[in-house]
C-alpha cells in the first residue's frame, strides 16, 4: 500500500502566478488535510475534505488559496497570484478516520518557492 | 483555545546520554497524541501514536507516555546517538468543538543535537 503521494516536491513560481499542489491520500482513505509549515514555524492546519465536499477551511487564507477533493483524482491546493509570503511546505495528510483510528498520514510534502 | 507548547525549542546534549522532550496541550478533549520526527528540510517521520486511552507506548530507544488530565506527555530517548539529531514535532488531535471538526494540532518542535 503506498503512502500518501505528493507532487511535485518542489515548486518555483514567480510572484503573480499560480501554483497547484497535488495530494494523492492512501489507498481506502477518503479524508485529506493540508497543514502549511513557514519557515521557522510549526505546521499549520489549513483544510479538512473529504470526497467532494468541504469539511472545515477555517485555517485557510480566505483570498487566493482554494482546496478540492474531487470525486475522482488527487486533492489540489490552489494558490493564486502567489507572493512571497507564500513560500513554504504544504503537507498533505490523509485518514481512514474509522472506528478508534483517526490516525493521519503524512506526505512528504511540496516546497514551494515564490521569486 | 487549543493549543500545545513544547520544551525545551532546543537541546544539545553528548552522546550516550538519555533524555526526555515535554509537550503539553491545553484541553483533555483529544482522540490521540503522536510524536513526529523532522530532519531539515526534509518531511515528517511519525515515531509513536498514543491513542487517548492509553498511557504510553514504545518503539526501540524511544518510549512515550501521556497524562490526559494534567494535559501532558513526555517522549523519552535512550542512549542518545547523532544520528537522533532532528527536530521533533508533538502533535495532539483534538476533539471538535462548537459543531467543529476534529484539529491535529502541532507544537512548535524541540531542535535536538546529539554531539558524538
Known amino acids: 500500500n503506498a503512502g500518501v503521494m505528493q507532487n511535485p516536491r518542489h515548486l518555483v513560481r514567480r510572484r503573480g502566478q499560480e501554483a497547484r499542489l497535488r495530494c494523492s491520500p492512501m489507498?481506502?482513505?477518503?479524508?485529506v488535510y493540508w497543514y502549511r509549515q513557514l519557515p521557522e514555524e510549526g505546521l499549520k492546519f489549513m483544510v479538512y475534505?473529504?470526497?467532494?465536499?468541504?469539511?472545515?477551511e477555517s485555517g485557510m487564507p480566505k483570498e487566493r488559496f482554494s482546496a478540492e477533493f474531487p470525486k475522482e483524482g488527487p486533492s489540489i491546493l490552489r494558490i493564486q497570484q502567489v507572493v512571497r509570503g507564500d513560500s513554504a511546505a504544504y503537507f498533505c495528510?490523509?485518514?481512514?478516520?474509522?472506528?478508534?483510528?483517526?490516525?493521519?498520514?503524512f506526505g512528504p510534502g511540496t516546497r514551494l518557492t515564490v521569486t | 483555545k487549543q493549543e500545545v507548547t513544547q520544551i525545551p525549542a532546543a537541546l544539545s546534549v553528548p552522546e550516550g546520554e538519555n533524555l526526555v522532550l515535554n509537550c503539553s496541550f491545553t484541553?483533555?478533549?483529544?482522540?490521540?497524541l503522536q510524536w513526529f520526527r523532522q530532519d531539515p528540510g526534509k518531511g515528517l517521520t511519525s515515531l509513536l501514536l498514543?491513542?487517548?486511552?492509553?498511557r504510553e507506548q514504545t518503539s526501540g530507544r524511544l518510549n512515550a507516555s501521556l497524562d490526559k488530565s494534567s494535559g501532558r506527555s513526555t517522549l523519552y530517548i535512550a542512549a542518545s546517538q547523532p544520528g537522533d539529531s532532528a527536530t521533533y514535532l508533538c502533535?495532539?488531535?483534538?476533539?471538535?468543538?462548537?459543531?467543529?471538526?476534529?484539529?491535529?494540532?502541532f507544537g512548535k518542535g524541540t531542535k535536538l543535537t546529539v554531539n558524538p
Open positions: 495528510a490523509s485518514s481512514p478516520r474509522s472506528g478508534v483510528s483517526y490516525e493521519q498520514y
Open positions: 489507498k481506502g482513505h477518503s479524508h
Open positions: 475534505l473529504q470526497k467532494e465536499n468541504i469539511i472545515d
Open positions: 484541553d483533555s478533549a483529544i482522540y490521540n
Open positions: 498514543i491513542q487517548s486511552s492509553q
Open positions: 502533535a495532539v488531535l483534538f476533539r471538535g468543538t462548537q459543531g467543529g471538526s476534529e484539529k491535529l494540532v
